[in-house]
Protein backbone atom coordinates (compact mmCIF):
# COMPACT_ATOMS: atom_id res chain seq x y z
CA UNK A 1 0.00 0.00 0.00
CA UNK A 2 3.08 2.13 0.80
CA UNK A 3 3.80 2.72 -3.37
CA UNK A 4 0.15 2.89 -4.00
CA UNK A 5 -0.19 5.72 -1.65
CA UNK A 6 2.76 7.64 -2.49
CA UNK A 7 1.97 7.64 -6.27
CA UNK A 8 -1.85 9.00 -5.62
CA UNK A 9 0.06 11.82 -3.07
CA UNK A 10 2.21 13.24 -5.47
CA UNK A 11 -0.33 13.88 -8.72
CA UNK A 12 3.04 14.84 -10.74
CA UNK A 13 5.00 12.07 -10.04
CA UNK A 14 1.77 9.92 -10.78
CA UNK A 15 1.54 11.19 -13.82
CA UNK A 16 5.00 9.98 -14.55
CA UNK A 17 4.49 6.48 -13.68
CA UNK A 18 1.28 6.78 -15.92
CA UNK A 19 2.98 7.68 -18.50
CA UNK A 20 5.44 4.76 -18.34
CA UNK A 21 3.15 2.78 -18.21
CA UNK A 22 1.25 3.77 -21.67
CA UNK A 23 4.18 4.09 -23.30
CA UNK A 24 6.61 1.40 -22.55
CA UNK A 25 10.62 1.91 -21.95
CA UNK A 26 10.26 5.82 -22.48
CA UNK A 27 13.31 8.22 -22.32
CA UNK A 28 13.95 11.05 -20.03
CA UNK A 29 13.54 13.71 -22.62
CA UNK A 30 10.33 11.83 -24.02
CA UNK A 31 8.37 12.27 -20.84
CA UNK A 32 9.45 15.38 -20.32
CA UNK A 33 8.42 16.32 -23.02
CA UNK A 34 5.36 14.54 -23.00
CA UNK A 35 4.08 16.35 -19.47
CA UNK A 36 5.85 19.72 -20.51
CA UNK A 37 8.40 19.54 -17.30
CA UNK A 38 12.25 20.52 -17.33
CA UNK A 39 15.18 17.99 -17.43
CA UNK A 40 15.66 18.35 -13.79
CA UNK A 41 12.48 18.56 -12.86
CA UNK A 42 11.27 14.86 -14.78
CA UNK A 43 14.80 13.77 -13.07
CA UNK A 44 13.99 14.46 -9.92
CA UNK A 45 10.56 12.57 -10.29
CA UNK A 46 12.03 9.91 -11.85
CA UNK A 47 14.72 9.67 -9.37
CA UNK A 48 11.71 9.23 -6.57
CA UNK A 49 9.83 6.50 -7.72
CA UNK A 50 13.07 4.79 -8.74
CA UNK A 51 13.77 5.29 -5.05
CA UNK A 52 10.07 3.54 -3.96
CA UNK A 53 10.78 0.61 -6.71
CA UNK A 54 7.74 1.89 -8.53
CA UNK A 55 10.27 1.77 -12.42
CA UNK A 56 13.72 0.81 -13.05
CA UNK A 57 16.34 1.77 -15.67
CA UNK A 58 16.99 -0.53 -18.97
CA UNK A 59 19.37 -0.05 -21.58
CA UNK A 60 17.45 0.69 -24.69
CA UNK A 61 17.51 -1.38 -27.54
CA UNK A 62 19.54 -0.57 -30.50
CA UNK A 63 18.45 -1.95 -34.11
CA UNK A 64 20.95 -1.73 -36.99
CA UNK A 65 24.40 0.40 -36.48
CA UNK A 66 24.58 2.65 -33.19
CA UNK A 67 26.50 6.07 -33.34
CA UNK A 68 29.28 6.41 -30.76
CA UNK A 69 28.59 7.50 -26.80
CA UNK A 70 26.82 5.42 -24.58
CA UNK A 71 23.55 3.15 -25.19
CA UNK A 72 19.92 5.70 -24.20
CA UNK A 73 18.50 4.25 -20.68
CA UNK A 74 14.99 3.70 -20.44
CA UNK A 75 12.85 3.68 -17.62
CA UNK A 76 10.12 0.79 -17.33
CA UNK A 77 7.46 0.11 -15.26
CA UNK A 78 8.38 -2.45 -12.55
CA UNK A 79 5.82 -5.29 -11.08
CA UNK A 80 5.56 -3.05 -7.68
CA UNK A 81 4.61 -0.62 -10.27
CA UNK A 82 1.77 -2.08 -12.48
CA UNK A 83 0.48 -3.23 -9.05
CA UNK A 84 -0.35 0.53 -7.85
CA UNK A 85 -2.16 0.51 -10.91
CA UNK A 86 -5.27 -1.47 -10.49
CA UNK A 87 -3.41 -5.38 -10.28
CA UNK A 88 -6.07 -6.80 -7.22
CA UNK A 89 -7.45 -9.78 -7.81
CA UNK A 90 -4.41 -11.51 -9.37
CA UNK A 91 -4.03 -14.12 -6.24
CA UNK A 92 -7.67 -14.97 -6.05
CA UNK A 93 -7.87 -15.80 -10.46
CA UNK A 94 -4.84 -17.35 -10.33
CA UNK A 95 -6.11 -19.76 -6.90
CA UNK A 96 -9.23 -20.33 -9.24
CA UNK A 97 -7.54 -21.11 -12.27
CA UNK A 98 -4.95 -23.87 -10.15
CA UNK A 99 -8.15 -25.86 -8.74
CA UNK A 100 -9.60 -25.83 -12.20
CA UNK A 101 -6.15 -27.15 -13.72
CA UNK A 102 -6.39 -29.60 -11.03
CA UNK A 103 -9.81 -30.31 -11.23
CA UNK A 104 -10.42 -31.04 -14.58
CA UNK A 105 -7.11 -30.57 -16.48
CA UNK A 106 -5.48 -28.35 -18.57
CA UNK A 107 -7.85 -28.13 -21.38
CA UNK A 108 -10.47 -27.20 -18.99
CA UNK A 109 -8.23 -23.68 -18.76
CA UNK A 110 -8.06 -23.46 -22.09
CA UNK A 111 -11.65 -24.06 -23.01
CA UNK A 112 -11.85 -21.01 -20.07
CA UNK A 113 -9.92 -18.57 -22.03
CA UNK A 114 -11.69 -19.39 -25.17
CA UNK A 115 -15.28 -18.51 -23.28
CA UNK A 116 -13.52 -15.73 -21.91
CA UNK A 117 -12.44 -14.26 -25.26
CA UNK A 118 -15.98 -15.11 -27.09
CA UNK A 119 -18.12 -11.86 -25.35
CA UNK A 120 -14.79 -9.68 -26.01
CA UNK A 121 -14.67 -10.89 -30.16
CA UNK A 122 -18.63 -10.23 -30.27
CA UNK A 123 -18.22 -6.53 -28.76
CA UNK A 124 -15.10 -5.95 -30.91
CA UNK A 125 -16.24 -7.26 -34.12
CA UNK A 126 -18.49 -4.34 -35.05
CA UNK A 127 -15.59 -1.93 -34.98
CA UNK A 128 -12.64 -3.93 -37.13
CA UNK A 129 -15.17 -4.66 -39.49
CA UNK A 130 -14.34 -2.14 -42.32
CA UNK A 131 -11.61 -0.61 -43.20
CA UNK A 132 -8.11 -1.86 -44.64
CA UNK A 133 -5.60 -3.65 -42.30
CA UNK A 134 -4.71 -0.61 -41.30
CA UNK A 135 -7.60 0.63 -39.95
CA UNK A 136 -8.88 -2.08 -38.40
CA UNK A 137 -5.84 -2.74 -36.14
CA UNK A 138 -6.12 0.82 -35.04
CA UNK A 139 -9.98 0.37 -34.18
CA UNK A 140 -8.53 -3.09 -32.19
CA UNK A 141 -6.06 -0.78 -30.70
CA UNK A 142 -8.83 1.36 -29.12
CA UNK A 143 -11.13 -1.07 -28.16
CA UNK A 144 -8.36 -2.58 -25.92
CA UNK A 145 -7.53 0.57 -24.56
CA UNK A 146 -11.32 1.20 -23.54
CA UNK A 147 -11.15 -2.08 -21.42
CA UNK A 148 -7.95 -1.08 -20.00
CA UNK A 149 -4.66 -2.28 -21.64
CA UNK A 150 -3.56 0.86 -23.11
CA UNK A 151 -2.93 -0.30 -26.68
CA UNK A 152 -1.50 1.37 -29.64
CA UNK A 153 -1.13 0.50 -32.92
CA UNK A 154 1.06 1.16 -36.48
CA UNK A 155 2.95 0.18 -39.17
CA UNK A 156 5.39 -2.89 -38.31
CA UNK A 157 8.97 -2.19 -38.90
CA UNK A 158 10.57 -2.75 -42.13
CA UNK A 159 13.22 -5.10 -41.44
CA UNK A 160 16.51 -3.04 -40.98
CA UNK A 161 14.22 0.09 -40.22
CA UNK A 162 15.25 2.80 -38.22
CA UNK A 163 13.78 4.31 -34.74
CA UNK A 164 10.19 4.80 -33.51
CA UNK A 165 8.22 7.24 -35.77
CA UNK A 166 8.55 9.86 -32.90
CA UNK A 167 12.28 9.05 -32.22
CA UNK A 168 11.58 8.77 -28.42
CA UNK A 169 11.70 4.98 -28.62
CA UNK A 170 8.37 4.92 -26.34
CA UNK A 171 6.89 2.07 -27.43
CA UNK A 172 9.86 -0.50 -26.41
CA UNK A 173 9.72 -2.27 -29.55
CA UNK A 174 11.59 -1.34 -33.21
CA UNK A 175 10.22 1.57 -34.59
CA UNK A 176 8.06 1.25 -37.40
CA UNK A 177 9.44 3.20 -40.87
CA UNK A 178 6.52 3.00 -42.68
CA UNK A 179 7.76 2.31 -45.88
CA UNK A 180 7.95 -1.79 -46.68
CA UNK A 181 7.16 -2.47 -43.66
CA UNK A 182 4.88 -5.99 -44.10
CA UNK A 183 1.99 -5.43 -42.73
CA UNK A 184 1.06 -3.78 -38.69
CA UNK A 185 1.79 -3.82 -35.25
CA UNK A 186 -0.64 -3.69 -32.10
CA UNK A 187 0.98 -2.84 -28.60
CA UNK A 188 -0.60 -3.60 -25.19
CA UNK A 189 1.31 -1.28 -22.97
CA UNK A 190 -0.36 -2.42 -19.93
CA UNK A 191 -1.89 -6.16 -18.69
CA UNK A 192 -3.92 -6.00 -15.74
CA UNK A 193 -3.34 -9.74 -15.11
CA UNK A 194 0.08 -10.40 -16.04
CA UNK A 195 0.75 -12.74 -13.34
CA UNK A 196 -2.14 -14.83 -14.23
CA UNK A 197 -0.99 -15.09 -17.59
CA UNK A 198 2.41 -15.51 -16.72
CA UNK A 199 1.17 -18.88 -15.27
CA UNK A 200 -1.38 -19.83 -17.57
CA UNK A 201 -0.17 -19.59 -21.23
CA UNK A 202 -3.24 -21.24 -22.43
CA UNK A 203 -5.36 -17.57 -21.71
CA UNK A 204 -2.63 -15.72 -23.86
CA UNK A 205 -2.66 -18.28 -26.45
CA UNK A 206 -7.13 -17.90 -27.07
CA UNK A 207 -6.08 -14.11 -26.87
CA UNK A 208 -3.79 -14.30 -29.48
CA UNK A 209 -6.20 -16.62 -31.25
CA UNK A 210 -8.77 -13.87 -30.96
CA UNK A 211 -7.19 -11.50 -32.39
CA UNK A 212 -6.55 -13.49 -35.48
CA UNK A 213 -10.05 -14.66 -36.19
CA UNK A 214 -11.22 -10.61 -35.42
CA UNK A 215 -8.51 -9.51 -38.15
CA UNK A 216 -8.78 -12.31 -40.76
CA UNK A 217 -4.66 -12.27 -41.04
CA UNK A 218 -2.23 -14.29 -39.13
CA UNK A 219 -0.82 -12.64 -36.02
CA UNK A 220 2.27 -13.23 -34.31
CA UNK A 221 3.07 -12.48 -30.65
CA UNK A 222 6.72 -10.88 -30.37
CA UNK A 223 7.30 -9.63 -26.77
CA UNK A 224 4.78 -9.89 -23.93
CA UNK A 225 4.84 -8.19 -20.63
CA UNK A 226 3.72 -11.93 -19.21
CA UNK A 227 7.37 -12.80 -19.91
CA UNK A 228 9.06 -9.69 -18.93
CA UNK A 229 8.78 -7.46 -21.49
CA UNK A 230 7.41 -4.04 -21.58
CA UNK A 231 5.35 -4.39 -23.72
CA UNK A 232 3.75 -7.30 -25.22
CA UNK A 233 3.81 -6.89 -29.42
CA UNK A 234 1.74 -8.40 -31.96
CA UNK A 235 3.10 -8.58 -35.31
CA UNK A 236 -0.22 -8.80 -37.59
CA UNK A 237 0.35 -9.87 -41.14
CA UNK A 238 -1.12 -8.42 -44.43
CA UNK A 239 -1.96 -10.83 -46.79
CA UNK A 240 -4.46 -10.89 -49.83
CA UNK A 241 -7.38 -11.66 -46.78
CA UNK A 242 -5.79 -8.27 -45.04
CA UNK A 243 -9.02 -6.47 -46.57
CA UNK A 244 -11.58 -8.72 -45.40
CA UNK A 245 -12.55 -8.81 -41.91
CA UNK A 246 -12.78 -11.90 -39.88
CA UNK A 247 -15.93 -13.41 -39.62
CA UNK A 248 -17.45 -15.75 -36.47
CA UNK A 249 -17.32 -19.14 -37.76
CA UNK A 250 -14.59 -18.32 -40.75
CA UNK A 251 -11.75 -21.08 -40.39
CA UNK A 252 -10.74 -21.72 -36.87
CA UNK A 253 -7.30 -20.30 -35.62
CA UNK A 254 -4.15 -22.13 -35.72
CA UNK A 255 -2.35 -21.19 -32.48
CA UNK A 256 1.52 -22.63 -31.69
CA UNK A 257 3.19 -21.02 -29.27
CA UNK A 258 1.78 -17.68 -29.52
CA UNK A 259 0.87 -17.92 -33.52
CA UNK A 260 -2.02 -17.57 -34.90
CA UNK A 261 -2.59 -18.44 -38.67
CA UNK A 262 -5.87 -18.17 -39.85
CA UNK A 263 -4.68 -19.21 -43.34
CA UNK A 264 -2.11 -21.76 -41.72
CA UNK A 265 -0.30 -22.65 -44.81
CA UNK A 266 3.34 -23.31 -45.26
CA UNK A 267 4.56 -22.70 -41.46
CA UNK A 268 6.66 -24.42 -39.11
CA UNK A 269 7.50 -24.60 -35.56
CA UNK A 270 10.64 -23.08 -36.56
CA UNK A 271 8.80 -20.03 -38.54
CA UNK A 272 7.11 -19.04 -35.44
CA UNK A 273 8.18 -17.04 -32.18
CA UNK A 274 6.83 -18.45 -28.58
CA UNK A 275 4.80 -15.77 -26.50
CA UNK A 276 1.89 -14.82 -24.15
CA UNK A 277 0.53 -11.44 -23.90
CA UNK A 278 -1.93 -9.29 -22.41
CA UNK A 279 -4.87 -11.33 -20.97
CA UNK A 280 -8.28 -10.29 -21.55
CA UNK A 281 -9.83 -11.47 -18.77
Do not use: W
Not at 44 to 58: C, K, P, Q, S, V
Not at 118 to 124: F, K
Not at 246 to 269: I, L
Request: glycine share 14%; net charge neutral; with cysteine.
Amino acid sequence: MKNVQSVSAAPTRGQVARLILELGPSTAATLGSRLGLTPAAIRRHLDNLIAEGLIETRTARTYGNRGRGRPAKVFVITDAGRSAFEHAYDDLATNALRFLAEAAGPDAIAEFARRQLADLERRYAPAVATGDLAARVQALAEALSADGYAASAGPAPAIGGAGGRDGGGGSGAPGATGQGAAGEQLCQHHCPVAHVAAEFPQLCEAETEAFGRLLGTPVQRLATIAHGDGICTTHVTCTTRAGKAGKAGESAAVVREGFSDTAGAGRTATDITSGSGGLLI
